[in-house]
């Protein structure tokens, strides 16, 4: 270890933020190799700075290395300059703990949760000196498995990959590594492993299904090639979230990360059903912890981190059952330790006067809201079951409470949007300029900034709008124009998103197999880091697809029929098809559906994943009338 850790910081004081690269944190766990008998290098495909925030892999890690035999360590995306001078000295990717090379490691496992990350795992593997094809990796290299939201349709990295988790991973991790730890005891085979780790529930072989396709180019059909693959893989789920593993502690970096501040996972899934909103589906059911026990948690994690920031995480934190009690035993421990605590993750429809003062106890600083769509019109087709008056509302309380800076995250492209839509976005942020200036002065915030943020509408596998088209890039540049001349005040300040990242997160997003020919020869085109707009190379990306001889249009401009087969029709996230197509056709009606905490509306979850507002009907009785009017 000395030498190469020798080799190591000769190269340090040469690359921007040299910490990212040797470890040695507070928190991080080293162990004697001689007493291991899994190791397992958690490789996040992005940067120190983004993978070192994420909450996932700090629960995982924290989990596997509970383990005394089983040794979980880190490994990121070196930038640039950091990856050339590693080839440019033969030095293999290694990970932090130990700085062995990921080539030495039983497991390399990824994290998938951007699709334009997709060319960092081909770039770690290679700089790591691993095959990055899947078929020629021998039984002396590592297995190479993905898990996160994007497994939803892990078929672009098929080619790459022998293992995907589908689902939570917390249960399913446990279960594949004492699988191969009794398996490698016994002198298995990897195949012998592969096809004894598909009888595990939430565990995807690519390798044992076979894909046909359509003259059209659709797919025909995805057959398992083996007795042991089930014809379904089922996500897995967390049943009892409130028992379920959480870390004492996290890693402690040296270097300042994105997220830096202590992380408390408060509830898993959303009851909100907005229709664009791949999170929202493939989390379910929604599921929350006790008071008690995130009460302890955030204790726990403060002290043993010294950070003085927690946030509560979750894709809506304010819709847990009992927030305003969570919030006040809360409070009572951080005003008294001097932490900020910080709700990322606030509903507009939620929010009060007491749940104001609670989060701005200890310090003020801006507040984010998504109303994502400008007219109520829009707001209907997207089931955003948000109006104007509670927008507007929310934002009275907020500038009466003492705030002057507020975000609004809206989306261009969305289906049924029509140019007056896109107006809507700055009437009513002028609506909110408006509203401030009404309120007197003597409690509202100074300086009043109202920022606009528009990203473009990707559809994504697993929602109502899986089967829609992208706008164009011109449909999209003509929309973003007509925001900027829609403009009444300087106060309003707009920033829209990059439609070129759009288009190739969308094609990656619902891509069949077909796609891992292009992302390997954009990778050999030198197309990584595509994630950070410095890097990313759209040109040759374009060069990749048409050297491949495939359309983009195919898989980000066209609709979709109903009874088309998807590529991740064999995967089951317990969402069921039949209710987005319901859904679907409700949005190009303006139809809203309720929430969950409203009733049950037959999305297909059962009461057996534990879902705080799942009930006993879940057929076409529990549908309401206008469900079953479409």
Known sequence: MQPMKERIERLLLKVQKPARYIGGEVGSVVKDKSKVDVRFAFCFPDTYDVGMSHLGMKILYGLKNQRENWWCERCFMPETDFAALLRENEIPLYALESLDPLSEFDFVGFTLQYELSYNNV??????????????????????VIGGGPCVCNPEPLTDFFDIFVIGEG????????????????????????????????????PRFYDVSYNDDGTVKAITPNTEQAPTKIRKRVIADFDNVYYPE???????????????????????????????????????????????????CLCEQTGYEEVSLSSLSTSDHTKINELLSSLVDYT????????????????????????????????????????????????????????????????????????????????????LDDVAGIAQLAQKVVDLYFEVPKEKRGKGLQVSVSTATFVPKPFTPFEFEPQDTPEQILEKQAHLLRSLTSKKIKVSTHMQKNSILEAVLARGDRRLGKVIYTAWKKGCYLDGWDEHFKF??????????????KFYANRRRSYDEVAPWSHLDYLV???????????????????????GCSGCGIKKEYGGVYCGAKHNAEALDASDRKV
Request: glycine content about 6%; hydrophobic content about 40%; aromatic content about 8%.
């Open 122 to 143: 081909l770039e770690m593997l290679d700089l790591a000196g691993i095959p990055v094809l899947a078929a020629e990796r021998d039984d002396t290299m590592p297995i």
């Open 170 to 205: 917390e249960q399913v991790n446990i279960e594949l590594l004492e699988l191969y730890e009794n398996m490698k005891r016994q002198g298995s085979t990897k195949l012998d492993f592969l096809k004894e780790a598909v009888k595990i529930e939430g565990v995807y072989v």
């Open 335 to 418: 005003d008294g330790e001097k932490i900020n605590l910080a709700l990322p993750s606030l509903r507009v429809d939620t929010f009060s006067d007491e749940l104001l003062e609670k989060i701005a106890s200890v310090r003020k600083s801006g507040l984010t809201f998504a109303p994502e769509a400008g007219t109520q019109h829009l707001r209907d087709v997207i089931n955003k079951n948000l109006t104007e008056e509670e927008i507007l509302r929310t934002c009275r309380t907020a500038f009466e409470g003492g705030y002057a800076t507020v975000k609004l995250y809206f989306m261009l492209g969305l289906p049924e949007e029509t």
């Open 576 to 598: 069921s098809h039949e209710f987005f197509v319901r859904e679907n056709k409700k949005a190009h009606a303006a139809q809203t559906t309720r929430n969950c905490k409203q």
């Open 539 to 552: 040109d040759k990306w374009m060069e990749a697809f048409d050297e491949c001889g495939i359309d983009t």
């Open 249 to 299: 502690a996290f890693v402690v970096p040296f270097t300042q990360i994105v997220h830096d501040r202590a992380v408390v996972e408060v509830l898993r899934g959303c009851i909100r059903g907005c229709r664009f909103c791949q999170a929202g589906f493939i989390y379910r059911p929604f599921r929350e912890k006790s008071i008690d026990t995130i009460k302890k948690e955030t204790k």
